[in-house]
């Protein structure tokens, strides 16, 4: 694998390709969930969105996923041969450069010569209207093994609209011995003749209508999977077989105590492929959630979990793996090793997770499993693998035994929907960026000069102006899009947000800057004018005074990093970031909870760095000097051959684009004001500096000062903890109020649908309060209470609902026995009395008084 590899990227860099890294799994297109193949990162060169690069011939080994979205193979892969979630793309791009004659010239020398196959099992398809690719191929083979295809297998299209153009395959015959069905013909639907590469000749494009049209400069688009060309070079008729993944199944044979057999194969082959994809996932800093990526990642663990419970397993153990993931392809994707241990830590916890919820799952299955008599619920089937990570199959085979079936209507009914759901909740957000001009832009000025570093206002030139939809007009009078020159305004990257200003003409204000970011490598700034711009205006560009807050902000996330490492270890790496004039939040990779002291410590490390007055220290070197020096560099970020590398003292050294301070010591200040989980595995910090930790420590020291006044004390610690004293003992007060109250001890009376309650209860209850409870709760009912403090006697009652009883008249009865007097209201009254020895008298009369009139009604 290493040398096919190695041998394919040698081969075209030797033909003067460039050589692409791997673009990130998760790629900047709103159209798709993951990278899905290998011209995933040229898509906007051929679809015609930017012009092409200097170097019009390129090669990579591109990493793509199809597990979600529109490409999904999660449900086959472990039982059939070939369909993977993780998967190798090896190709050749040529834009604009060359185009039939040597790609099939390059493939036809790497597969005979580089890759060793011989000539007689080679056989090539082509496009029944291509009479160009057959005369090519005519050169180097028989014309009785090309065959010649139509449109379904043969023809290429990015979309309805765009670039296409025919292609054609190369083929390897995998012999008679095992494959000798009615379909093992070439042309057939059978697997012996295996295609390894397909050259697509981007030729036309088509337009709505359906027409195509020459293209002005035809491309090539090449793709071979590096998984296929390995088990054929090992004689291995499944992929699983081979030297990629065979080490990754005997180590899970290892664990398991499982033999990779006939029973237990695609058990072993899901776990295998599955591992490679969590892997590479997590060090790409894609984390389980419950939504998008996320989600996916989280059903490609549970999936691989439930084949390890197939396999005996009730415990973590994807793990385990994780070493052996890394050992064996670390070598050219350098930074599974640097992220090895936090990929094991984040994979683990998620699995612990997991556990759990198997359990609540395995309920749900036995519930549903007592009522099903020959048929399982398929909603539930469908709840339990969407939400469980339960599989279909596993489903099926827990009930196998009982010979019940799942309803698989209603269980595919359900799949279609979620689909659905995924589809649209993937579907493009950016059509209107990607329709721009800004390819025009590129061909007609390249990329603008960023001068800001240097610089927040510069004398500069107008070159381009678009309206809201990106489209070049030459006057603009309202809201768009201006591009200069060269431009003092950053755009938004790394972090820090881009900066606002104004645009001045003759030291008139002519237009706000409201925001900057960049579009295919051109720096715009997003404009709002009441006074006409034009193409051609000198300007005086400024920007905004936020943008030093900004900077201190920026540096200090940096500090910040650097302590992280320091307090918590190595495995601390950027998931996420967000620079802004009063404030900045810093997302990291770390498996639980930053405890207060940590954060102390944290913060107090910062500080030391702001103090230390350390200069800043920018640098332009080549990119593999900068990681030997230790600079730290983003996944997923690009990078040139120069970098440009930041460095405070010795404490922090990053490659960063940004802007900064030139000291830490105009940072200021710098405080954490929050720390919290925003999913699993990764914690986000809040923190502020310069103006806005002043105010931050200004507004605390008003609190500070107002507790003080409030409290009446100078120690606010003591002051709150006599607060909380008497809290706790009201609380003790009216704990034993409510024991002496008896009123929750005691039933209502039921007669009919009215509630009687009569009785005496604690000095300490307050009678109105309670009796207007009583009635606040109650349609119809008769409250009457009675309390003895030391011999001093009140009575209270009350009526709701029922006209014949008048609590005034009642409480007028009770008071002939228990002396004294009062009265009110007929829903309300009260009285005081003489005799403590007659409560328990008044207590009869007052329900037999009451009853008498209850009964009447």
Not at 673 to 683: A, D, L
Not at 764 to 769: A, C, F, P, S, Y
């Amino acid at each position: 694998m290493i040398d096919i590899r190695d041998k394919f990227l040698k081969y075209f860099q030797n033909n003067e390709h460039y050589i692409y890294d791997s673009m990130p799994l998760v790629p900047d297109d709103p159209t798709l969930l993951f990278t899905n193949a290998g011209m995933v990162q040229f898509k906007d060169i051929f679809t015609g969105k930017i012009p092409p690069p200097t170097n019009t011939k390129a090669a990579s080994s591109q990493l793509c996923i199809r597990a979600g979205g529109k490409h999904n193979d999660l449900e086959n892969v472990g039982y059939t041969a070939r369909h993977h979630t993780l998967f190798e793309m090896l190709g050749n791009f040529s834009f604009g450069d060359y185009f039939k004659e040597e790609a099939i010239k390059y493939a036809w020398d790497f597969v005979i010569k580089e890759l060793g196959f011989p000539k007689s099992k080679i056989y090539i398809s082509i496009h029944t209207s291509d009479d160009e690719a057959l005369s090519i191929w005519k050169k180097f083979i028989d014309e009785s093994r090309i065959k010649m295809l139509g449109d379904k297998d043969n023809f290429w299209q990015m979309g309805d609209i765009g670039p296409c153009g025919p292609c054609s395959e190369i083929y390897i015959d995998q012999g008679n011995k095992y494959f000798n069905s009615n379909e093992d013909y070439f042309g057939g639907d059978g697997d012996r003749f295996l295609e390894i590469w397909n050259l697509v000749f981007m030729q036309y494009e088509r337009d709505e209508s359906g027409n195509l049209k020459p293209l002005p400069k035809p491309s090539i688009d090449t793709g071979m999977g590096l998984e296929r060309v390995v088990a054929l070079l090992e004689g291995k008729r499944n992929n699983f077989d081979t030297s990629i993944f065979m080490p990754l199944i005997n180590e899970c044979v290892n664990i398991t105590n499982k033999p990779y057999n006939d029973e237990f194969k695609a058990s072993h082959r899901v776990i295998a492929d599955h591992i490679r994809s969590i892997v590479f996932l997590l060090a790409q800093g894609v984390n389980f959630d419950k939504e998008g990526r996320g989600y996916v990642l989280r059903r490609i663990l549970r999936r691989a979990m439930r084949h390890g419970y197939l396999l005996g397993l009730k415990e973590a153990f994807l793990y385990k793996l994780i070493p052996a993931v890394c050992d064996n392809l670390s070598h050219h994707y350098t930074y599974l090793n640097d992220k090895r241990g936090a990929i094991i830590e984040q994979c683990r916890l998620e699995e612990d997770r997991f556990l759990l919820t198997i359990e609540s799952g395995m309920d749900i299955f036995q519930k549903e499993f007592v009522r099903s008599s020959s048929v399982f619920s398929g909603e539930v089937a469908f709840k339990l693998y969407d939400t469980y990570g339960f599989p279909l199959d596993l489903t099926q085979d827990m009930l196998k035994d009982k010979n019940i079936q799942v309803d698989l209507k209603t269980f595919n009914a359900c799949m279609q929907q979620q689909k659905e759901r995924a589809k649209r909740a993937w579907k493009g957000s950016g059509d209107d960026i990607k329709s721009g001009d800004f390819s025009s832009l590129l061909e007609e000025f390249g990329e603008n000069k960023f001068i800001g570093y240097d610089n927040d206002k510069s004398k500069s030139k107008i070159l381009a102006l678009l309206d809201i939809n990106y489209k070049r007009v030459d006057r603009l009078d309202g809201d768009g899009y201006v591009f200069l020159d060269s431009t003092p305004f950053y755009a938004e990257g790394g972090g820090p947000v881009g900066d606002s200003g104004e645009i001045f003409i003759n030291n008139k204000k002519v237009a706000s800057v409201i925001y900057t970011k960049k579009y295919f490598g051109l720096n715009i700034s997003e404009v709002s004018t009441n006074t006409p711009l034009k193409v051609g205006n000198v300007i005086d560009a400024v920007v905004d005074k936020n943008r030093v807050e900004i900077a201190k902000h920026h540096s200090a996330t940096h500090l910040l990093h650097s302590s992280l490492r320091k307090i918590l270890g190595s495995h601390i790496s950027q998931a996420g970031s967000l620079v802004e004039s009063n404030r900045l939040r810093f997302d990291i990779t770390h498996p639980k909870q930053i405890t207060k002291d940590e954060l102390d410590l944290i913060e107090l490390e910062v500080n030391k760095m702001i103090l230390s007055q350390l200069p800043i220290k920018i640098e332009f070197l080549p990119l593999d000097k900068a990681k030997s020096r230790g600079a730290m560099a983003l996944f997923g970020e690009k990078y040139g051959d120069i970098v440009r590398v930041i460095s405070f003292g010795d404490v922090s050294c990053e490659l960063c684009g940004g802007i900064h301070i030139s000291n830490t010591a105009f940072i200021g200040n710098f405080y954490i004001t929050k720390e919290s989980g925003i999913s699993s595995g990764v914690r986000r910090i809040e923190a502020v500096c310069g103006k806005a930790g002043y105010e931050y420590t200004r507004d605390n020291l008003h609190l500070n000062y107002s507790l003080k006044e409030t409290l009446k004390t100078q120690d606010i610690l003591s002051g709150v903890q006599k607060l909380k004293d008497s809290i706790q003992k009201l609380k003790d007060l009216k704990s034993k109020t409510d024991e002496g109250n008896g009123l929750k001890s005691l039933n209502f009376e039921i007669i009919g649908d009215i509630k009687l309650l009569i009785a005496e209860t604690s000095p300490l209850v307050n009678i109105k309060t309670t009796i207007d409870e009583v009635k606040k709760d109650n349609q119809k009912v008769a409250i009457l209470l009675i309390t003895n403090d030391n011999g001093k006697i009140n009575i209270g009652a009350g009526v709701k609902g029922i006209s014949s009883l008048k609590a005034d008249n009642w409480i007028k009865k009770v008071c002939e026995i228990i002396g004294g007097g009062g009265g009110g209201r007929d829903d309300f009254a009260t009285a005081g009395g003489k005799y403590a020895d007659k409560v328990e008298d008044s207590l009869k009369l007052a329900r037999e008084y009451a009853l008498s009139f209850i009964k009447e009604t």
